[in-house]
């Protein structure tokens, strides 16, 4: 049967819904036709197909938009996240790619590829565009070797806050997002994340002064002209390198705006050089 022709899916009663599938092209099947609303919670995974940019974004961007899959006009989302799982399964080294309003969420278990994490950065842009540009809350759950590109690909989206889960063993990948987010530029019209509000990590190793350069990187600019970025830095559980007395660097960082607030984090004195 041709697919305009396919019969809808009428679920008037129905409150949640957790639909999971193996492929994109089943769920788009499923969604087109599905008519619940007064679904109030929904949630789709898709977990074992290769991700397109321009695979089904319409019919994604219906199902986070409203109770129902032909709803024409969007409600505007009050704020969203997208976040990235490392290894989430380590036999295959697949990744968890997701986006989320406050009741709707679209689940991706994809390959380790740079191609399919741009196809997934893409989608999360139709989604912005089609919910009137809310407030992104971005997760990084074990970064490892894909959550640059992850990154970098959401840097001129309304980010305003950013959560980092670590592992506590390197401060490789603390550092390079520090950079990813203080970029190297020089000019405020190539800064990147402009909206920052809001940087947590946990479980992460990190020097102390990588976040004094990065909140110092445009303290001057944004003082000279009245304006404002990073707010608030959050850390918890995280081991400091060469960190100053917490009430040294507390007062460091609220001289250039910033709130530091620490919970179960330890720290090492700077160590003279040999």
Partial sequence: ???????RILLPNLRKMDLGFLRCIQAVDVIRRLDAPRCTQATLTISRDTLQSDQAVADYCNFLCGPTAGMNVP???THASVGIVDRVDPTTGRLSLGYST???VINFCIESSDLEIAAFQQMVKAFQDKLQNPPLTVSIVKPSTHFEQFLIHLARQNVQNIVIKSNNDSTTNIRTIFEIIGGEYNTPSTWLFESLETLTISNGFLRFREMTWLVGSRHEYLQEHSKSWLREIT???CLLQEAPSLGEGTEELAAMGVTLRCKGCKGSRPQQAI
């Fill in 235 to 237: 850390l918890i559980n």
């Fill in 1 to 7: 049967m041709p697919p305009n022709f396919l019969p």
């Fill in 102 to 104: 406050s009741n709707r």
């Fill in 75 to 77: 409600l505007p989302a």
